[in-house]
């Protein structure tokens, strides 16, 4: 099965604070990505990478950065943490490209990080 | 831009009676999926469609792909309280990216 893991699933941070969320996949898989799940709001898309070292801008990339070091692990950065950015933040991957129609373009989501900051 | 919309939004039904979530984007897609998240969890891929017109089944749940390809729907019958938490349908954008419906909550009553 694959497993996708979150560094943190609860976490406190002051307004002004750099925020290291981190994400890890165990099957190898190119695309990994960062949404935020607010009430109301579904999930969007923060940013995501289908590479190492490659990324592109989501619909909200304001206020967020990433980085792709190794393929299994994803990172997102609050430069400056705002209470605005009080969310759950779920990191997800996927084997191969949405236009494959065999299949392989399934997201696997990990259990989230609750990001509260005051 | 592309926007995949779902209603309804919340959903509440005694157990036993059947539930329907609808899924409309304003594009064509080359294949839809359906997520289900339970409360406290994360989105869990249940099924992926790709002809049009293409009807899947998983036990209680039907899937249906729409003949223009532009809308889905998931219906369950005889709902139970398992099936409580929110269900999503997604569809590719024109990268290696999904546009995730709104989702519809359902909310099930013994």
């Known amino acids: 099965d694959v497993k996708v893991t979150q560094s943190s699933r609860y976490l406190v941070k002051r307004t002004g604070e750099k925020v290291f969320l981190e994400c890890v996949q165990d099957?190898?898989?190119?695309?990994m990505f960062w949404y935020r799940q607010d009430p109301g709001l579904g999930l969007r898309l923060i940013y995501f990478s289908y590479d190492v070292k490659m990324k592109e801008k989501g619909d909200i990339p304001e206020g967020y950065s990433v980085s792709r070091e190794k393929k299994e692990r994803f990172s997102l950065i609050l430069e400056s943490a705002s209470t605005n950015q009080t969310s759950m933040y779920l990191c997800?991957?996927?084997?191969?490209?949405?236009?494959?129609?065999?299949?392989?373009?399934?997201?696997?989501f990990g259990p989230g990080t609750r990001l509260t900051v005051t | 831009g592309q926007q995949v919309m779902q209603i309804p939004q919340y959903q509440h039904v005694q157990e036993g009676e059947d539930f329907t979530t609808y899924c409309n984007s304003s594009t064509t897609l080359s294949n839809i999926q359906w997520y289900k998240q339970r409360p406290g969890g994360h989105p869990v891929f249940l099924i992926q469609l790709v002809k049009s017109g293409e009807v899947k089944k998983q036990k209680r749940l039907t899937f249906q792909f729409g003949e223009a390809k532009k809308n889905s729907s998931l219906h369950i019958t005889a709902t139970q309280t398992t099936d409580v938490g929110t269900y999503f349908c997604?569809?590719?954008?024109?990268?290696?990216?999904?546009?995730f419906g709104t989702g519809t909550r359902l909310q099930v009553f013994p």
């Open positions: 997800a991957s996927s084997l191969g490209t949405a236009l494959l129609l065999a299949g392989g373009l399934e997201q696997y």
């Open positions: 099957m190898d898989h190119e695309n």
């Open positions: 997604a569809g590719p954008a024109n990268t290696d990216k999904l546009i």
